[in-house]
C-alpha cells in the first residue's frame, strides 16, 4: 500500500500519523480489549468476527465473546477474547 | 463515578432490529449518541444501553434503516420518579413534609447550655424564657446582644453568654464569672492581717511596717503589718501595705459516719413509660400517673427527633424507667468507714489550703464508737497567711491615742 503524502510528511517530522494523517490507533489491552481511535465505523459486528473501518485499510478482529464496551464517532473500545488481527488494504 | 451520573440521567436498554445493525451503530457514534454493553444477539438484532434522552433520536434511526427499536428496560432517577406520577397522597405528603421541614426549619425546637459549671442550665434557660426564647421561638428572634445585655443582668454568675441557632437548634453557650481576688486600690491604706493562726517563719514586708517577726506566733486577724507608719515629719503616714507572710499553721478537722446503713436491693421489676413533648406540651402515653411500686427509682430519658446536627422536630420522646428496689441494712466494714473519713477530711484539708501551701505532716485517728466511727485529722502546713484589710479610721485615732 502506497504511503499518503501527510504519513509520510509527518513520518519525516517525527509526528504521530494518527495526529497528522488522521490514520487508525490500535491499542491492544491485554488479550481481552482493544481500543481503535480515529476509525470510521464499523464494517461487520458479530461476537466472532469485527470489521471496523480504518479508511484506506480495514481491521479485521476474530476472537470469541466481541461487545462493544464504549463507541463515539472517532472511538471505539470493544472486548472480548481477541485471537487475530488482520489488516485487510 | 460515571455509573453514578448515568443512573441520575437515566438509561435504555434497547433492542434494535434492522438489516444491517452496524449501520445504526455507525449512526449514532457519528450523531454523538454514547452506548455501551453492545452485544450482537443475531443477524438482525442487536442490544446496547443508551441514555435516556437519546430514545427518540436512536428510534428515529431504527426506522430510518427499516427496523424497529424497543425498550427492554429502563433505569435512573428519572424513570423511578416517574412511577410515582400518579400518586397524588404521597407527593402531596411528600410536599407538606418539605414545606415542614422549611417552616419548622425557622423555629428553635431545642436548646443547648454548654460552659457552664456552677450556675445551673436551668436558671440560664429560665432567663432566656423569661426574655422570650423558648421553644418554639422563631430564629429571628434572637438578637445576641439584646439576649446579652438582658440575660447577664438577670443572672450575676455569668459574665458572657451567646446564642448560636443552627437550623432548628440553639447551643447557648456561657462563660462564668471568676470571682475577683480582695485587691485594693494602691491609694487605699491596707493592713496586713493574719488570716489563720500559726507560727511565722517568714516575713517580707514589701511596703508598711512589719509588726511580728519570724518565730513569733500570731492569732487569726493578728495585724502582721501596718499599714500606718510613724513618721517624724508628718505624725501618721497611711500606705498601702504589701506583705508575703509565711507561717506553719496547724488543723484540726473532725468527722463522723454512721456505721449501719440502708442500701437498695434491687428486685428484677421494672416498668417503662413513655410520653411524647410537643413543643414543650407533655402527652403521656399511659393512664396510670401514679408511682408503680412503694420503693423504686426512677430515670427519665428525652430523646429529641433530629435529622443530621442541625435540625430536629419539635417532637421528643420520654422514656421513664421505674426499677423496683427493696431496702436492706446493712453493716458499714470499718475500714471502709475510715477509708470515707480520711478521704473526706484529707479533702478538707487541701480545700483550705492557700494557694502554693504546702502540708508538712499529716495524722489521722480514728475513733470507733457504738454505731458511729469519727476521726481526727491533724495536719502542720507551710503555707501563706496575709490578707489585706482596709485600714479603718478606728485605728488611725487609736494610733494617735498611743503616740
Same mark, same amino acid.
Given at each position: 500500500m502506497k504511503e499518503s503524502f501527510l504519513e509520510k510528511a509527518a513520518r519525516r517530522m517525527d509526528i504521530p500519523a494518527e495526529v497528522a494523517a488522521n490514520v487508525p490507533k490500535v491499542i491492544i489491552h491485554g488479550y481481552r480489549e482493544i481500543y481503535v481511535e480515529n476509525h470510521?465505523?464499523?464494517?461487520?459486528?458479530?461476537?466472532?468476527?469485527?470489521?471496523?473501518?480504518?479508511?484506506?485499510?480495514?481491521?479485521?478482529?476474530?476472537?470469541?465473546?466481541?461487545?462493544?464496551?464504549?463507541?463515539?464517532?472517532?472511538?471505539?473500545?470493544?472486548?472480548? *477474547?481477541?485471537?487475530?488481527?488482520?489488516?485487510?488494504y | 463515578m460515571q455509573k453514578a451520573v448515568n443512573l441520575l440521567r437515566g438509561f435504555v436498554r434497547i433492542g434494535v432490529e434492522c438489516p444491517y445493525p452496524e449501520r445504526f451503530i455507525?449512526?449514532?457514534?457519528?450523531?454523538?449518541?454514547?452506548? /455501551?454493553?453492545?452485544?450482537?444477539?443475531?443477524?438482525?438484532?442487536?442490544?446496547?444501553?443508551?441514555?435516556?434522552?437519546?430514545?427518540?433520536?436512536?428510534?428515529?434511526?431504527?426506522?430510518?434503516?427499516?427496523?424497529?427499536?424497543?425498550?427492554?428496560?429502563?433505569?435512573?432517577?428519572?424513570?423511578?420518579?416517574?412511577?410515582?406520577?400518579?400518586?397524588?397522597?404521597?407527593?402531596?405528603?411528600? *410536599?407538606?413534609?418539605?414545606?415542614?421541614?422549611?417552616?419548622?426549619?425557622?423555629?428553635? /425546637?431545642?436548646?443547648?447550655?454548654?460552659?457552664?459549671?456552677?450556675?445551673?442550665?436551668?436558671?440560664?434557660?429560665?432567663?432566656?424564657?423569661?426574655?422570650?426564647?423558648?421553644?418554639?421561638?422563631?430564629?429571628?428572634?434572637?438578637?445576641i446582644v439584646d439576649i446579652r445585655n438582658k440575660v447577664l443582668m438577670k443572672l450575676d454568675g455569668l459574665s458572657w453568654i451567646t446564642v448560636n441557632v443552627s437550623g432548628s437548634r440553639a447551643a447557648v453557650v456561657v462563660r462564668e464569672r471568676v470571682a475577683k481576688p480582695l485587691i485594693y486600690p494602691r491609694n487605699t491604706p491596707?493592713?496586713?492581717?493574719?488570716?489563720?493562726?500559726?507560727?511565722?517563719?517568714?516575713?517580707?514586708?514589701?511596703?508598711?511596717?512589719?509588726?511580728?517577726?519570724?518565730?513569733?506566733?500570731?492569732?487569726?486577724?493578728?495585724?502582721?503589718?501596718?499599714?500606718?507608719?510613724?513618721?517624724?515629719?508628718?505624725?501618721?503616714?497611711?500606705?498601702?501595705?504589701?506583705?508575703?507572710?509565711?507561717?506553719?499553721? /496547724?488543723?484540726?478537722?473532725?468527722?463522723?459516719?454512721?456505721?449501719?446503713?440502708?442500701?437498695?436491693?434491687?428486685?428484677g421489676r421494672e416498668t417503662k413509660r413513655y410520653a411524647l413533648v410537643f413543643a414543650g406540651s407533655r402527652v403521656n402515653l399511659y393512664r396510670n400517673t401514679g408511682q408503680p411500686y412503694a420503693m423504686c427509682d426512677k430515670i427519665s430519658k428525652t430523646q429529641s427527633l433530629r435529622v443530621g446536627g442541625g435540625f430536629s422536630f419539635p417532637v421528643a420522646l420520654v422514656t421513664e424507667t421505674f426499677t423496683e428496689y427493696e431496702p436492706v441494712a446493712y453493716q458499714l466494714d470499718e475500714s471502709v468507714a475510715e477509708s470515707l473519713l480520711r478521704r473526706e477530711l484529707s479533702q478538707t484539708l487541701r480545700g483550705g489550703l492557700a494557694a502554693g501551701g504546702e502540708i508538712l505532716t499529716e495524722t489521722v485517728t480514728f475513733h470507733p464508737e457504738t454505731g458511729f466511727v469519727s476521726a481526727t485529722l491533724t495536719a502542720e502546713c507551710l503555707e501563706r497567711i496575709d490578707v489585706p484589710r482596709k485600714v479603718e479610721i478606728g485605728d488611725v485615732l487609736a494610733r494617735r491615742g498611743d503616740s
Amino acid at each position: 500500500m502506497k504511503e499518503s503524502f501527510l504519513e509520510k510528511a509527518a513520518r519525516r517530522m517525527d509526528i504521530p500519523a494518527e495526529v497528522a494523517a488522521n490514520v487508525p490507533k490500535v491499542i491492544i489491552h491485554g488479550y481481552r480489549e482493544i481500543y481503535v481511535e480515529n476509525h470510521k465505523g464499523l464494517l461487520e459486528y458479530g461476537p466472532r468476527e469485527v470489521h471496523v473501518n480504518g479508511g484506506e485499510a480495514v481491521l479485521k478482529l476474530t476472537g470469541e465473546g466481541f461487545r462493544i464496551r464504549a463507541m463515539t464517532g472517532s472511538e471505539l473500545r470493544l472486548e472480548g *477474547l481477541i485471537f487475530n488481527i488482520e489488516f485487510i488494504y | 463515578m460515571q455509573k453514578a451520573v448515568n443512573l441520575l440521567r437515566g438509561f435504555v436498554r434497547i433492542g434494535v432490529e434492522c438489516p444491517y445493525p452496524e449501520r445504526f451503530i455507525n449512526l449514532c457514534a457519528v450523531h454523538h449518541i454514547a452506548f /455501551w454493553g453492545a452485544d450482537r444477539i443475531g443477524e438482525l438484532r442487536l442490544e446496547a444501553t443508551i441514555p435516556a434522552r437519546c430514545l427518540p433520536q436512536a428510534e428515529a434511526f431504527a426506522v430510518k434503516l427499516g427496523g424497529s427499536l424497543t425498550a427492554i428496560k429502563q433505569r435512573g432517577a428519572l424513570f423511578f420518579l416517574e412511577r410515582f406520577k400518579r400518586r397524588y397522597v404521597l407527593i402531596t405528603g411528600l *410536599l407538606l413534609c418539605i414545606a415542614a421541614l422549611f417552616i419548622s426549619n425557622r423555629y428553635i /425546637w431545642e436548646f443547648t447550655v454548654e460552659g457552664n459549671k456552677t450556675v445551673p442550665s436551668e436558671a440560664i434557660l429560665e432567663a432566656l424564657r423569661e426574655i422570650g426564647i423558648k421553644t418554639g421561638s422563631p430564629a429571628s428572634a434572637v438578637d445576641i446582644v439584646d439576649i446579652r445585655n438582658k440575660v447577664l443582668m438577670k443572672l450575676d454568675g455569668l459574665s458572657w453568654i451567646t446564642v448560636n441557632v443552627s437550623g432548628s437548634r440553639a447551643a447557648v453557650v456561657v462563660r462564668e464569672r471568676v470571682a475577683k481576688p480582695l485587691i485594693y486600690p494602691r491609694n487605699t491604706p491596707v493592713n496586713i492581717v493574719a488570716a489563720k493562726p500559726g507560727l511565722i517563719t517568714r516575713i517580707d514586708a514589701l511596703a508598711g511596717a512589719a509588726q511580728v517577726f519570724p518565730g513569733d506566733t500570731v492569732r487569726k486577724g493578728q495585724l502582721l503589718v501596718s499599714g500606718l507608719i510613724d513618721s517624724s515629719q508628718v505624725g501618721v503616714r497611711l500606705v498601702n501595705a504589701r506583705a508575703d507572710v509565711t507561717a506553719r499553721t /496547724w488543723t484540726e478537722l473532725k468527722a463522723i459516719t454512721p456505721v449501719g446503713a440502708v442500701g437498695k436491693r434491687y428486685t428484677g421489676r421494672e416498668t417503662k413509660r413513655y410520653a411524647l413533648v410537643f413543643a414543650g406540651s407533655r402527652v403521656n402515653l399511659y393512664r396510670n400517673t401514679g408511682q408503680p411500686y412503694a420503693m423504686c427509682d426512677k430515670i427519665s430519658k428525652t430523646q429529641s427527633l433530629r435529622v443530621g446536627g442541625g435540625f430536629s422536630f419539635p417532637v421528643a420522646l420520654v422514656t421513664e424507667t421505674f426499677t423496683e428496689y427493696e431496702p436492706v441494712a446493712y453493716q458499714l466494714d470499718e475500714s471502709v468507714a475510715e477509708s470515707l473519713l480520711r478521704r473526706e477530711l484529707s479533702q478538707t484539708l487541701r480545700g483550705g489550703l492557700a494557694a502554693g501551701g504546702e502540708i508538712l505532716t499529716e495524722t489521722v485517728t480514728f475513733h470507733p464508737e457504738t454505731g458511729f466511727v469519727s476521726a481526727t485529722l491533724t495536719a502542720e502546713c507551710l503555707e501563706r497567711i496575709d490578707v489585706p484589710r482596709k485600714v479603718e479610721i478606728g485605728d488611725v485615732l487609736a494610733r494617735r491615742g498611743d503616740s
